[in-house]
């Protein structure tokens, strides 16, 4: 009772709202670590007990992260990492690697990044190796002439670990792996990646020293869990500043979550796909329409924020083309029934153009060829079509056979959101002969 | 009326003087700023902006930072053609040069990342940091790394740092098949017929009245607006033509009032520019020359033809001709066309055309030398034999890309070649050789 009334403390709702978007947006944006990951208990325990006994028994080890994007596969780690960490003795002694496929883009750029990262720079000096594995020797076997006479034990974390398996003979990998095995230091590789197929980018001598341990995260959460999850996301900890803002604020979010629209919302996200950081975007965008003069998260921000990550943005582009262009679509269109899907070049665009300008001549100028072509060269441009066989050919440019990458659904609907846009050619979109 | 834009941690005179700067651009100005929220506050770790071009993409971006005074680097990938130099623009941009220069001789994103660590560590980020890279599609283009590592260089540099990629193409694009951290993604739409005209409106002459001016920017929008959006060459156009359209009024000849006679002025004027200044076949200087000139000679305007004018040696006409044939009718037809006693052919059988299958919709089929020399020898026939060498004559041709050379290499003994020339270019050089080109063509029969 005293406790809270001496931490009572009042705030302007404009410092609570900005204390609001301080706390969450550390969640959505900057992949705050959760007090623990949720749904993946089991796999949690694995890990740690397999790192425990590198970082505390010292034994080698090996181990892939398996996952889809932003399912947790990093943060799993850095939360069981948190923890190994509580232990004395593991602080004082492990060491860490950390690697990423997208940084260390080949071996050499790699043993500097690791050499580096064991602070082993002046030791290693101008010395000359004759092969990768002996440089690893040497740089495991300078950690052994610690005080301890033992070894230290190295956390080598490998994150984007498939892209590794495009170096040259994956030598790095061969060699980490070959020192997980052998019991020469102790090590544990632990790689992180989104590609299940993992083991099939392997080298047979690579894939064979791998102690083939594999951790998926893959959420299997039920849509309960899910939308409790929504909530504590969403809710302000218990020692927030303004005691009352603070339950207000949390009071307005169990609301919210028990909202029908909402809870339609949220099923559809769940639906499409249960990762986090999807839900994270998608309570950002929520969250950025919280101010002053709404200090409250309302169903409609929701609304918004998931009409926002829904939107199709070949729609919006379509909606920002001129008349003329949007033609050239439509002929398109009617050439892809005819043909099948064949490809086709701009001068049967052009022919499909002209066929519909005689028929209704009032509803579209009728431009000269050249002013069409640069029309057409802007959809290339846009993306909207694509050259059959590269930039490079040698054919003239109305004949380069090009392909229209947009549907059917997705003129029909552009041409109804187009503003002002002549009947003739709606019509004509409709039916070649109209 | 513009809407005053309102987000807390920022000063409420810069916001002003902000909105003041971005007309019809208010909203995006306000939904980028509410995402990036506080200035110490984290924001998302990418945004991903797409919108048509010249749709205030990268000018509402930079306005907001350079006013509100974030900390910020901003860089065009077209004039990065090496990551090293992407890295050091940054690095200047952010930390100053000792910071840049301190990168290695080409450096690798392992690299950069190291030293903004380095450089973060030293000097944390008291508020967001941006990194701005417009033209993003091009980056698909550089290292397979650079777009995934740019996408989350939060998480790989461990600051508060937020990316913003600018394109005017789909995100769909972009993504590979392994997939990478998604951006947020934020559309820009294209401006109103409304909007555009309020925006070009604002650029008006000193010495003539505003009104004039939007009268102006009316009739041009009416000539341009269903071809072009672009804001640019909209304004571009605009200032080009803006002294044709004060003529009348120079000279006396109208008043501001005569709106009808100023548009009758005008609108031909504006068309014909659409033909030339609008598809950059002459260049604004030579636009301008040329009004000069003409008005000088009184010459009745020409059309699109006067340009593509190449001068070429008599038979070499003849062969392109001959190419051209080649080119677009078919073989099977040759003897109709260039045989003088070609015997009995029918008509029906001779005749056989479905508009699918017109020559000129498919372009130009690749042909040998031998059907070319005999085409040739056919059109030219009665006129004075050749003596000029036809083999010089046709490399010539190939290398003024008027034919190209289409053969295998594993053909060398006989190469085939293209017509790639247009049917108005055809016509004209026909023209002036007198061959009435048409009624050999098999399309036009
Ligand atoms: N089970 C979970 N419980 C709580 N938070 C989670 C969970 N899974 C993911 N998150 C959150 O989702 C975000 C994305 O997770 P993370 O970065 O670990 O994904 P990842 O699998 O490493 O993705 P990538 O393959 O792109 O590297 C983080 O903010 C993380 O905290
Ligand atoms: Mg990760």
């Known amino acids: ?434 | 009326m513009p809407v005053q834009l309102q987000h807390s941690g920022y000063s409420a005179e810069k916001l002003q003087s902000l909105t003041e700067s971005l007309p019809c651009r208010e909203a995006q100005a306000s939904t980028l700023l509410a995402l990036m929220g506080e200035p110490d506050q984290y924001s998302y770790p990418s945004i991903f902006i797409y919108g048509h071009r010249a749709s205030g993409k990268s000018y509402v971006t930079l306005r907001v930072l350079k006013e509100l005074e974030l900390p910020h680097a901003a860089v065009s990938c077209v004039e990065c053609v090496s990551p090293g130099l992407l890295f050091e623009q940054v690095l200047l941009s952010l930390f100053g040069h000792t910071a840049a220069s301190s990168l290695p001789r080409c450096p690798s994103l392992s690299d950069f990342v190291r030293l903004y660590k380095q450089l973060c560590s030293q000097n944390p980020a008291k508020q967001t940091r941006y990194i701005v890279l417009d033209r993003a599609e091009l980056l698909r283009d550089m290292e397979v790394n650079l777009l995934p590592g740019f996408l989350r260089l939060q998480e790989l540099v461990d600051d508060n740092v937020t990316v913003i990629l600018l394109s005017e193409i789909v995100w769909d694009k972009f993504r590979p098949n392994t997939g990478l951290f998604e951006p947020l993604l934020l559309h820009f739409p294209d401006y109103t017929k409304a909007e555009l005209q309020k925006i070009l409106a604002r650029d008006s002459h000193p010495s003539y009245p505003q009104e004039l001016y939007s009268f102006y920017i009316n009739i041009l929008l009416g000539v341009f607006y269903s071809v072009c959006r672009d804001l640019r060459e909209l304004r571009h156009l605009a200032a080009l033509n803006f002294p044709k359209f004060c003529e009348p009024l120079e000279n006396g000849e109208a008043k501001e009032s005569d709106t009808h006679k100023l548009w009758r002025n005008i609108e031909p004027h504006l068309k014909k520019a659409m033909q030339t200044v609008y598809l950059r076949e002459i260049s604004s200087v030579q636009w301008e020359q040329q009004q000069e000139m003409m008005e000088k000679e009184a010459m009745a305007p020409k059309g699109l033809s006067a340009y593509t004018h190449v001068e070429l040696p008599y038979y070499s006409k003849f062969l392109l001709i001959a190419a051209y044939l080649a080119s677009y009718n078919p073989a099977r037809t040759d003897r109709r066309f260039f045989l003088k006693h070609h015997g009995k052919m029918k008509k029906t059988n001779f005749l056989k055309k479905h508009e699918k299958t017109s020559n000129h919709l498919l372009g130009p089929k690749p042909f040998p030398l031998d059907r070319l020399l005999a085409i040739f020898y056919s059109v030219v026939d009665s006129r004075v034999a050749p003596t000029a060498s036809v083999f010089s004559q046709i490399s010539s041709l190939v290398t003024l890309q008027l034919l190209t050379l289409v053969g295998h290499d594993d053909q060398l003994d006989s190469p085939k070649y293209k017509c790639a020339v247009s049917l108005d270019f055809i016509c004209a050089i026909s023209r002036t050789v007198s061959f009435d080109i048409v009624r050999y063509l098999y399309d036009f029969l």
């Not at chain 1, 670590?33 to 010292?58: C, F, I, M, N, W």
């Not at chain 1, 500043?241 to 604020?249: I, K, S, T």
């Open chain 1, 1 to 434: 009772m005293s406790k809270r009334k001496s931490r009572e403390t009042h705030m302007t709702s404009g410092e609570c709202v900005s204390q609001v978007q301080r706390i969450l947006r550390e969640r959505f944006c900057h992949q705050g670590l959760p007090e623990k990951p949720v749904g993946l208990d089991s796999q949690y325990k694995h890990l740690l007990e397999l790192l425990k006994r590198t970082a505390v028994h010292g034994e080698s080890n090996s181990i892939l992260i398996v996952g889809p994007r932003g399912t947790g596969k990093t943060m799993l780690l850095s939360c069981v990492l948190r923890e190994l960490m509580d232990i004395n003795e593991v602080q004082k002694n492990l060491l860490q690697v950390y690697l990423n496929g997208l940084l260390q883009t080949d071996d050499r750029i790699a043993l500097r990044e690791i050499t580096r990262q064991l602070n082993l720079e002046n030791v290693v000096g101008d010395k000359v190796f004759g092969s990768f594995a002996e440089n690893l020797g040497f740089l495991l076997e300078a950690l052994r002439k610690g005080d301890r006479g033992s070894s230290q034990p190295v956390l080598f974390v490998l994150d984007e670990f498939d892209l590794f398996a495009h170096h040259k003979n994956q030598t790095l990998l061969y060699n980490l792996l070959d020192v997980s095995q052998s019991a020469q230091a102790p090590v544990a590789v632990v790689g992180l990646t989104c590609r299940l197929d993992v083991l099939e980018l392997l080298e047979k001598r690579v894939k064979s020293r791998f102690s083939h341990r594999q951790i998926l995260v893959a959420s299997s959460l039920t849509f309960g869990q899910y939308l409790d999850n929504v909530r504590s996301q969403l809710s302000l900890p218990q020692d927030f500043p303004d005691a009352r803002f603070g339950q207000e604020w949390n009071d307005s979010v169990a609301k919210l979550c028990e909202d029908k629209s909402v809870e339609e919302i949220l099923q559809k996200q769940f639906n499409s796909s249960k990762d986090f950081r999807s839900l994270h975007l998608l309570l950002l965008l929520a969250l950025s329409r919280v101010n002053v003069s709404s200090p409250t998260l309302r169903a409609v921000d929701l609304l918004e924020a998931s009409r926002l990550c829904t939107v199709d943005a070949k729609a919006n582009m379509l909606h920002g083309l001129s008349i003329l262009e949007l033609c050239l679509i439509i002929s398109m269109k009617h050439l892809n029934d005819i043909y099948d899907g064949e490809p086709f070049n701009f001068q049967m665009v052009h022919n499909e153009y002209k066929k519909f300008i005689q028929r209704k001549s009032n509803s579209v100028h009728n431009y000269e060829k050249p002013v069409i072509l640069k029309a057409f060269e802007h959809l290339l441009q846009l993306e909207l079509i694509k050259l059959v066989d590269g930039s490079s050919s040698k054919t003239q440019r109305e004949y380069q056979l090009v392909r229209l990458l947009l549907d059917h659904g997705q003129i029909m609907e552009a041409l109804q959101r187009y503003p002002q846009c002549p009947t003739d050619v709606k019509q004509w979109a409709v039916s070649s002969l109209a």
